[in-house]
């Protein structure tokens, strides 16, 4: 199967088979980031025959469109459902792409938080928030067998850009969810350093990046089915991700979030890979 016909800007460059379908990685020119970025793509084998509906999955701080394709068997569940994955790279790249002065691993590179930076040197590349809500699937949907049907889903930092885009933009995506997301950065040390340096010191620019807050808005509105998983022994819980923030939203708004405490499981790519076949059904069921 030829893919991106139409884009000589895009290239494939690793292709492999799985479970009968094609996990593919592209790069491409952003003109969102003004750099070039990397994806990848599991295509199920239903998608040689039509085209397929996807879930696009947001990672966490540190990590890149691989970390989640080669560790979470999500493809299993993937080529069974019919489901293609969009798997994002975390933040922008390449020389003369801005990263934290002191290279730590919670903000810069591998760290772009899913926003739209107003600060320089910031503002140049780390349009997130743009790239993955429009430029992404602009992309894929015209040179993959892949529908404008979306559901978004993700991890910890990508938890929290999961929650924040579906919630924002609930006409576009079925459903959310998220697995040991930061539902509340405006009050935790991640969010703190992450909006100082790409929004500036206004909160008023934080709050539209808050899941809490947007559910706290939102959540007597129509939104999107959303399921979150937690679990108990992740030593992030209390100080970074405050996942009792949001069980109280939900509660006082009615929102209907299913969101679930697992009972022993840490902040790792093994609780992912345990729960992420219940995600992707939970998403396939809501798939238009």
């Not at 390449?94 to 760290?111: H, I, S, T």
């Not at 010191?201 to 399921?227: C, F, H, M, N």
């Not at 100080?239 to 299913?258: P, S, V, W, Y």
Request: glycine fraction near 8%; include cysteine.
């Amino acid at each position: 199967m030829e893919y991106f016909s139409k884009r000589a800007d895009v290239e494939l460059t690793d292709q492999k088979k799985v479970f009968g379908g094609q996990q593919l990685r592209f790069s491409h020119r952003s003109e969102t980031l003004n750099c070039s970025m990397e994806f990848s793509v599991f295509l199920p084998p239903q998608a040689a025959q039509q085209a397929v509906p996807a879930v696009y999955w947001l990672s966490g701080l540190t990590c890149t469109d691989e970390n989640f394709s080669s560790k979470s068997g999500a493809q299993r569940a993937a080529a069974e459902l019919g489901i293609a994955l969009i798997i994002p790279d975390t933040s922008p790249r390449g020389e003369g792409v801005a990263d934290d002065p002191d290279g730590a691993y919670d903000f810069g590179l591998g760290a772009g938080f899913y926003v739209n930076a107003t600060q320089e040197p910031f503002a140049q590349n780390y349009q997130m928030y743009d790239y993955i809500v429009y430029e992404l699937p602009t992309l894929v949907e015209a040179g993959l067998p892949i529908t404008a049907d979306r559901a978004i889903s993700g991890h910890s930092m990508g938890g929290h850009g999961a929650l924040v885009i579906g919630l924002r933009n609930s006409e576009r995506y079925s459903s959310i969810s998220a697995f040991a997301p930061i539902v509340n950065p405006m009050h935790c040390s991640w969010g703190k350093k992450a909006f100082n340096g790409y929004l500036g010191a206004d909160e008023q620019q934080w709050r539209t990046y808050d899941a809490s807050v947007l559910l706290a808005e939102r959540g007597q509105q129509k939104i999107p089915p959303i399921l979150i998983d937690q679990g108990d022994a992740d030593n992030f819980l209390a100080e970074q991700l405050r996942t009792d923030t949001i069980i109280k939203i939900n509660a006082e708004t009615g929102a209907g979030a299913n969101i679930r405490y697992q009972p022993g499981y840490d902040h790792s790519y093994y609780f992912i890979a345990t729960f992420i076949d219940e995600h992707l059904r939970f998403h396939a069921s809501n798939l238009r």
